[in-house]
């Protein structure tokens, strides 16, 4: 880990830094860094490097530019491994250091927030993923300094979160087609909307969709063959990918859209209805609003979580969880 402080350079992919100075001996320089997160901090920084199409060697410069914050107050980290950011804010909330602002993906604020439900420690978010779901929802500027800069006049709200199979989502998560592509879309060499669409071509072509039986909220049951199936506490993917148009994030529910099987041609119209907020009235496409679901379904199977594709079991359970998580927004009216 890398942790910054006022001062910093760059040396053959290392940081020198006024607090550590990260060697091979990683561990030894892990502990001496961690021992630096102490209450004084405000705000902490969790950057993942590889996440989205950005660059981020400008961004430490960039806060210290930007946050009008004594510059003792801030602290930024470098994410080196998959679920290092989740660590991170844990031992972040443990040293009761109130904002912690992930810079990346939805993926990166997965890791994070996941860290941070029910606690007094507050997410913000600098948005450089390739979809950037949960920001736009939340109207946080996708220009870096704009986003930064956001922090220095900021509201606190509190929104819902789900859960599936045990694992939080804050955007969106899914089985079916949706999976199936963000499978193929992370095993791609790039990002971006144009990645991302030349996956969903290649999937919709061979998949057919799997055969569920859905129980809501223990009163209605749902069967049938489904092309996805996908659990939306955000109105979109990210991209502006409107899969759930009218969700609130604050409305202590999750919304349910499940589409039938298409052909390519259909496919392609639902594509154009989910960027122009009209899936909601495709014969297609059912919407229902949920508290809690579980799905049977024939076999294991590739899913997402907010956008990361996992494996989950042929029994998938879906909750809300009510107002558990703080987070750092513009002050607008609604989410």
Do not use: W
Request: aromatic content about 8%; glycine content about 6%.
């Amino acid at each position: 880990m890398e942790l910054l402080g006022t001062s910093y350079q760059v040396l053959d992919n290392e940081l020198i830094t006024d607090h550590c100075l990260l060697t091979t001996d990683y561990y030894f320089s892990y502990l001496r860094c961690m021992q630096d997160l102490h209450s004084h901090i405000q705000f902490l920084f969790i950057i993942n490097p590889i996440s989205g199409t950005a660059q981020k060697q400008n961004i430490p410069e960039l806060i210290h530019q930007t946050l009008k914050v004594e510059k003792s107050k801030i602290r930024i980290v470098l994410t080196r491994y998959a679920g290092h950011g989740r660590e991170i804010a844990a031992e972040a909330v443990q040293h009761k250091i109130p904002y912690i602002i992930s810079v990346g993906g939805d993926g990166t604020m997965n890791e994070i927030a996941s860290s941070l439900l029910y606690t007094e420690s507050s997410l913000g978010i600098i948005p450089m993923g390739s979809g950037n779901g949960l920001a736009r929802h939340l109207q946080i500027p996708l220009d870096v300094v704009k986003a930064i800069d956001m922090l220095n006049n900021f509201v606190v709200t509190t929104i819902d979160s789900g859960n599936i199979n045990e694992k939080p989502f804050f955007c969106t998560a899914g089985i079916g087609l949706d999976a199936q592509v963000s499978k193929v879309f992370d095993e791609l060499p790039t990002r971006g909307l144009k990645t991302y669409t030349k996956a969903f071509i290649r999937k919709v072509r061979s998949y057919k969709g799997d055969f569920l039986t859905i129980r809501v909220d223990n009163k209605e049951t749902i069967t049938g063959t489904f092309l996805l199936a996908s659990f939306a506490n955000s109105n979109q993917f990210g991209n502006n990918a409107f899969i759930a148009p009218d969700a609130s994030l604050m409305d202590q529910q999750l919304n349910l859209v499940l589409m039938k099987p298409v052909n390519v041609i259909q496919a392609l119209e639902k594509i154009y209805k989910l960027f122009t907020k009209k899936l909601t009235d495709d014969k297609d496409i059912t919407h229902v609003l949920f508290h809690q679901l579980e799905i049977s379904k024939n076999e294991t199977g590739p899913a997402h979580i907010d956008g990361d594709p996992v494996l989950l079991d042929k029994m998938i359970a879906v909750r809300c969880e009510p107002k558990s998580l703080r987070v750092l927004t513009p002050a607008v009216t609604r989410y």
